[in-house]
């Protein structure tokens, strides 16, 4: 995760564990990839990942039969992935595709798409700061639901 070597070190160690990594591949620092399902794991040719990214190919709740979802990802050439993107089982990512920092996939991306959530934007009012000098209670019961600015109205000319 932290070795030195994005263009080389990095994806030489990951394809020894099974990953399927193609040419001229950069695995930022703190990039995890499955640990226990790395041949599950495609990476095409000029694909960038993002610092402290998280490639998945599994998800086990527990020792219960029938509670894992597992599955290949696939990740195609020329594929960029932001920071701080989840990339979840069973999912393709096309090629030419633009993952947004902070994105968690899902589901499928076309390729040559642009793929992340809308900006981000104000979800509540907090009346109360969340700092060391007010407890995370006073500062719950402070949110309030949020309501844009009211705009001025226009005047006739």
């Not at 263009?7 to 030489?12: T, V």
């Not at 599950?40 to 190919?57: E, K, M, Q």
Request: glycine letters at 10%.
């Amino acid at each position: 995760m932290v070795a030195p070597g994005g263009y080389s070190l990095r994806p030489f160690l990951h394809k020894l564990r099974g990953v399927k990594i193609g040419k001229k591949v950069w695995v930022s620092q703190y990039v995890y990839l499955d640990e226990i399902h790395p041949e599950a794991i495609t990476l095409g040719d000029n694909v960038s990942l993002g610092l402290r990214s998280t490639v998945i190919a599994h998800l086990y709740w527990g020792a219960r039969q029938g509670t894992e979802h597992a599955g290949p990802v696939h990740i195609g050439n020329d594929v960029f992935v932001g920071p701080h993107c989840v990339i979840l089982p069973n999912v393709t990512i096309g090629e030419g595709a633009v993952i947004v920092a902070g994105t968690t996939v899902s589901q499928n991306v076309p390729p040559h798409t642009v793929w992340g959530m809308p900006k981000a934007g104000p979800l509540a009012t907090a009346t109360v700061p969340l700092t060391h000098e007010f407890s995370y209670e006073l500062f719950r019961r402070g949110l309030r639901s949020y309501s844009p600015p009211s705009k001025p109205e226009q005047q006739d000319a």
